[in-house]
Nanobody, 124 residues
């Protein structure tokens, strides 16, 4: 059973930064994506960033492009999301997710494994 555990959320002033981490149990993710999603109250789950395991190529949504960076550690077991220039509209629960078979990096339905989420709050 694959387990994903997020950490690093919190409250930060607009313009500030946070780094989220997603630790995983030992698992060969093969030719799939690991991604970050977020969900604000009353809204759907939005795919914001993803990393393709074979070559480390990345995907970003337009809403975070240029501000957020997804990366992994050398052991390829921990996924990170560096979030800079945070805005009030970034306030949401943030989830780490992993695919079992490769699918679109931005679609929640393409991901089989999910963490429990970590809250990010940027007061207006």
């Amino acid at each position: 059973q694959v387990q994903l555990v997020e950490s690093g959320g919190g409250s930060v002033q607009a313009g500030g930064s946070l780094r989220l981490s997603c630790s995983t149990s030992a698992y060969d993710y093969g030719n799939t994506y690991r991604g970050w999603f977020r969900q604000a109250p009353g809204k759907g789950r939005e795919g914001i960033a993803a990393l393709y395991n074979p070559d480390g190529s990345t995907y970003y949504s337009d809403s975070v492009k240029g501000r957020f960076t997804v990366s992994r550690d050398n052991a390829k077991s921990t996924l990170y999301l560096q979030m800079n220039s945070l805005k009030p509209e970034d306030t949401a629960m943030y989830y780490c997710a992993a695919q079992r078979v490769v699918g679109p990096p931005h679609e929640a339905s393409a991901y089989h494994y999910w963490g429990q989420g970590t809250q990010v709050t940027v007061p207006s």
